[in-house]
């Protein structure tokens, strides 16, 4: 584990920027931040200082904390700047040449044993690391937004990575408060993976006419216990960015069919109803707007529930047959990540793996899609009679 008398880098003072610097220096340390866009830097100090305002009203901070916090800082407008980072996290445009670029640069300025990550959300951590001359040192550290908010962070070692430094990595951001879990490098590491179904499988129920957005949601809510429904979490995060999450993870994965994205969220994002920032999506925002209301048949929200949620589990269990995360990881993500009431494989063991399939072995059998078809570990353990936990 990094002590706090090393020094953090981050790159990008842009919405994930900011608030891992923000944590990094919470935690103690000294932090570079660096952006090309000046105006993006001052905008982060200003913001900072706001928000440590705020968390010294409530209370939650004494001002002299507060004092130290800014202190911590040093806002870069060079590379150089970095030189004495034993870190580096880059949060800067989701490009992976201009990744590559910066990541390239940064090897000439830095110590041979300092550690550079990307925030990256659906790049591959190899790919970047290879723009390198030593890719060992390169991981990807994902935090979520707003960063010194959500507990959760995923930490992916690349093909390279070596074992010694991905362990320094995991210890330092678990030190800063943080819950880790590990990850391998695939498209949408843990949460943006298997979170899919989730907003893929409510649209595909809307589009086939079983219910409306308003009935969906509320089905998830009350029979499931998420926080957010589908539709009205889609609009909060923006459709424009997930609906490109949806399309990159898709086409990622080769063209997998349980990730295809949907006409419905696509149509939306070309007429820019992002949701919630452009005053329409899913729902209407504008002044005055009525929220439709749901169908509160008991009956129709425990089979929207069970379709849901069985793809939910599908896609969890297939990542933990294929060694993606571990089973603590995979529910520990999916909590702490997005907020669900619980972990995937808890929740299929409650339901009972049989009861799960039988949904799965349903929907491919009526459907014929491959979408549908159950993961092979649902099988086996259904017939060993197995549970995750
Ligand atoms: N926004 C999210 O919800 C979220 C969540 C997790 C991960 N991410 C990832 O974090 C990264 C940043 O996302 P964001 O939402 O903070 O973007 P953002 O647009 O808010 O900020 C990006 C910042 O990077 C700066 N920048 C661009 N090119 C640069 C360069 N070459 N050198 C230095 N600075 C440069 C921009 O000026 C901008 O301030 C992306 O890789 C994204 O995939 C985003």
Not at 165 to 188: M, R
Request: proline share 4%; with cysteine; glycine share 8%.
């Amino acid at each position: 584990m990094l002590s706090t008398s090393s020094v953090i880098g981050v790159i990008g003072a842009g919405a994930m920027g900011a608030g891992i610097a923000q944590v990094a220096a919470t935690a103690g340390h000294a932090v570079v931040l660096f952006d090309t866009n000046a105006a993006q830097l001052d905008k982060a100090k200003t913001d900072l200082a706001a928000t440590l305002g705020k968390l010294t009203e409530k209370g939650k901070l004494t001002a002299e904390t507060a004092q130290q916090i800014q202190s911590r800082f040093t806002y870069a407008t060079t590379l150089e700047a970095f030189a004495p980072c034993a870190l580096i996290i880059e949060a800067i445009v989701e490009r992976l040449d201009v990744k590559q670029d910066v990541f390239g640069k940064l090897e000439s300025i830095v110590s041979e044993s300092c550690m550079i990550a990307s925030n990256t959300s659906s790049l591959s951590i190899t790919l970047i690391a290879s723009a390198c001359k030593n890719p060992e040192r390169v991981l990807g550290i994902h935090f979520f937004n707003p960063a010194p908010l959500m507990p959760l962070v995923e930490i992916i070692p690349g093909v390279a990575t070596s074992e010694a430094l991905l362990l320094t990595a995991k210890a330092t951001i678990d030190n800063w408060g943080k819950t880790t879990v590990l990850t391998k490098d695939t498209p949408g590491f843990i949460v943006n993976r298997v979170a899919r179904s989730y907003y893929g499988e409510s649209i595909r129920i809307y589009e086939e006419g079983m219910a409306d957005f308003a009935t969906i949601d509320y089905a998830l809510k009350t029979a499931g216990g998420f926080r957010m429904g589908p539709f009205e979490l889609m609009d909060f995060i923006g459709n424009d960015i997930n609906y490109k999450v949806t399309e990159t993870v898709w086409e990622q994965f080769f063209y997998e069919p349980r990730f295809k994205p949907s006409f419905t969220q696509k149509r939306l994002y070309e007429a820019k109803r992002f949701g919630r920032k452009t005053g329409r999506g899913y729902y209407d925002y504008s002044p005055g707007a009525v929220m439709p209301e749901p169908n509160k048949d008991e009956a129709l929200a425990q089979q929207i529930l069970n379709r849901v949620l069985a793809m939910l589990i599908n896609e969890a269990a297939d990542a933990f047959y294929l060694g993606i995360a571990s089973r603590d990881d995979l529910d520990t993500a999916m909590t702490k990540g997005v907020n669900y009431p619980k972990g995937l494989l808890k929740w299929a063991d409650e339901i009972g793996i049989a009861n799960v399939l039988a949904t799965l072995e349903n929907l491919y059998s009526e459907y014929g899609e491959d979408r549908y078809r159950p993961c092979v570990l649902l099988k086996r353990m259904a017939k060993e009679n197995n549970t995750f936990y």
